[in-house]
């Protein structure tokens, strides 16, 4: 059934809106240190205002899994169902209104995926079909009013299209010849129009409100550093520099791939062989002393100085100092279907283990994982 007209949530003093321990979200976003969201099963959405200690439900008048929440702040949030529907709320979980209403087919995921402002949402449409997983971006310049789907700017279709935390959205065209360099896609009306930029690539990635990083060459052997491209202005200005790795000459310089940067100019790249860490905006690259793990390189970044490796989909090895020291997350249970660590918007880590279909038991570190307390 599609969702309806929402109420309000009151006090949430009562015990009959406190949420039972052991309960598993499929979704949890920490605002800051203390205010957190969470949904899950049957449309619980539930809110803890003392750092995961205490979780209160939120009353809306949801029947779906609630599959995704994405809060902007402690008072604008976003939950999305399993259908398809999209909740949003402006007053902190006290009211709720639909702004996108669920369809009937129980197989569509939508999560949100970025909502500047209350009026500027951006949700990915997951369908699982017969033939494999079909997936589109759609948005709303107007809270929900219209939504339309995003034209495509060129074919091939922009590979794994990202915004920036003020809604520009980009994202680098696929082609079939691997070394050809990728087009570059911006649009800066939220999905509305599309403009190639004169650069191309091989990665891209956000940093800070509008920042844009794009990598210009994959480098190699016997030829000039790769290059960076830092944006601050949404794509309007560009600075470049070389890639150098310390310690290496010109006519030693392996292949480079830059994963990320944030805004302080800390980021993550690799070669075939290691892992690097740079501090000066992608310029200098020192070689990070990994674990003696096998696959260091399977992982991903938790932020400009954090790296977890990953195993079949397990978190295993993390470093929160950039590869200085790396801790082992003992939280996994052995069977765990799939685990992951992320850093959370108050600053401290959030583990996450379980399975897609039937939710995940969270896990919080606010002194970068010496100690973990289990959340619900």
Known sequence: MALGALAGCGGGSDAADRVAPGTKLFDLQFVDAQTA??????????RSDDGGQTWRRLRVDATHDLISVFAVNRQLVFA??????VLRSVDGGANWQTIQPGGDNSIVHGPVVVAPDAEHVGLRIESNLKYGVSEKLWFTVNGGQKWQNMVEPDRPFPWAPQFTRAGVLFGLARYTDPAKPYAFWVSDDFGQSFRQSPLSGVACGTFGEQGIWLQLSSGGAANPPARVALSQDGFRTWVEAPMQIDGLGVDAQPELLLY?????????AGTDSSLLHSSDGGRHWTVVAAPAVP???????????????????VAEWFSTDAGATWRHFDGVPVDAIQANIVRDGGGGLLASVGWQLTGYTWQRSIDDGRSWRTLL
Request: hydrophobic share 50%; glycine share 20%.
């Open 260 to 268: 990320a940067l944030d805004a302080a100019g800390r980021g993550w």
């Open 37 to 46: 969201y969470g949904v899950a099963g049957q449309g619980l959405i539930a």
């Open 295 to 313: 696959n260091i390189q399977v992982g991903v970044a938790l932020d400009g100085m954090g790296w977890l490796t990953r195993a079949n989909g």
């Open 80 to 85: 999305s169902a399993i259908n398809f529907a």
